[in-house]
DNA sequence: GTCTATAGGCTGATAGAC
DNA sequence: GTCTATCAGCCTATAGAC
């Protein structure tokens, strides 16, 4: 990870629209727009690497969606790669922050229910974050390739221990930990990488409220009652 | 689809190298290489497509795969989107075909079994199809969008059909069928798609016999239990 | 059917006036 | 910090000799 950017608001910025064109008088004011500026950049790029993949996206789309001329967004990030490496850095913890705090000591029923509800919703309120991840390691990973061999990694070694202990004090089935692991994840991100196919099978419409909760509920029930959890 | 290219040996088709360079005679052969120089440039392309995606390929590098002059290429496809055509096209009956004969006079637990099987093996065996198939849905299904609307949607509502049935008649719970048949997409086309993430995970290595094999039981246990179906 | 040479268009990136 | 104008390079696709 080149810059970590990874606590500023890059989305859902709102642009509280201050200090329109030109500089007024330019002191702390400075870092302001640097930071607005390379926020709508992440955010404008989340949605061209999303939909068209990262060769498929071009600078000229980003700066126009960012509503910013194109050399302007190579003064603020000077590649493509820059760009690209500012969004992924933004999506990272998101991905494992969910089922960070959860211990051995914890109830795996509500645990395991919280941490699936977690990544649907996310699914559904992040889908071009997703939809990136995916495409990142679909093509190989070329950027991602050492997160997935160290801190996922070990992420997975850690959330294993977990779920062996919850095992060994007969809480649950002694299941696989990664590939439980793995058929939580695909499950649950299958609504936003695989949108379009839900929606074309569910009813052709955007997916709504209710479709999210019964994939909560479905998806829940099939991992308690297919490890053995025991409800509390 | 425009052209039908689905039973040529686009695969593993290892170049029986007669008729090397010129063409010698020139009759019923014309066919044959048209043919056999059509499914090396459709396998090749399902390399570089499943690698860099659609916009990333280039169909020099595809000739360069393929063995073939760049001009070549274009001469039995005219159009970078007529390879990525053939190529999806040869791919798409392999996602149906494996669930296709199972009626609600089969065994829940067998057919279910089987069906998880086949699909972790087609992600070990075609990894490059599934690859393809998921940039292609995650970019918003510009191609496959009529398909996802038609055929795969009324293959999705034959077969809850038959799940609903199971159910009734008490062979498994009443889950709801589209969404436990998208938790088992996305569960078994994740050793494809997502195989750098397992291998990192998992151990660094190419995914063994094993690993699969793990993929298989860990899967169709959960999925079994967790559905409530009656062991035969 | 094969293949070299090249057209024509778009891309990432920069120079340099403001 | 901003932005117009522009370059060099790569891309798909084709023309035309063999």
Not at 57 to 70: C, F, G, M, N
Not at 80 to 86: D, F, S, T, W
Not at 147 to 154: F, N, W
Request: proline share 3%.
């Amino acid at each position: 990870m080149t810059e970590d950017v990874r606590r500023s608001e890059a989305l859902g910025d709102t642009q509280n629209g201050d200090n329109g064109g030109t500089a007024t008088k330019n002191s702390s004011k400075t870092g302001q727009i640097r930071a607005r500026n390379k926020a709508r950049i992440i955010a404008a790029a989340e949605e061209v690497f999303a939909a068209k993949g990262y060769e498929g996206a071009t600078t000229a789309e980003i700066a126009l969606k960012a509503a910013l001329p194109k050399a302007n967004v190579h003064y603020y990030f000077s590649t493509k790669e820059a760009i690209y490496r500012a969004v992924i850095d933004n999506i990272l913890d998101l991905w494992l922050e969910p089922f960070q705090r959860i211990t051995e000591n914890d109830d795996p029923a509500e645990a395991l229910s919280t941490y699936i509800r977690t990544k649907v919703m996310l699914s559904r309120d992040r889908p071009l974050a997703s939809r990136i991840y995916a495409n990142e390691i679909i093509r190989g990973a070329p950027i991602l390739a050492d997160y997935l061999g160290s801190d996922l990694r070990e992420w997975v070694a850690e959330k294993s221990c977990v779920l062996r202990g919850w095992a060994k004090k007969g809480l649950m089935d002694p299941v696989e930990p990664a590939h439980l692991l793995f058929l939580i994840w695909a499950s649950t991100q299958h609504y936003a990488d695989f949108q379009v196919q839900a929606k074309a099978v569910l009813h052709h419409r955007d997916l709504t409220e209710d479709d999210f909760e019964t994939a909560v509920q479905t998806i829940t029930r099939i991992v308690l009652k297919g490890c053995g959890v025991k409800a509390d």
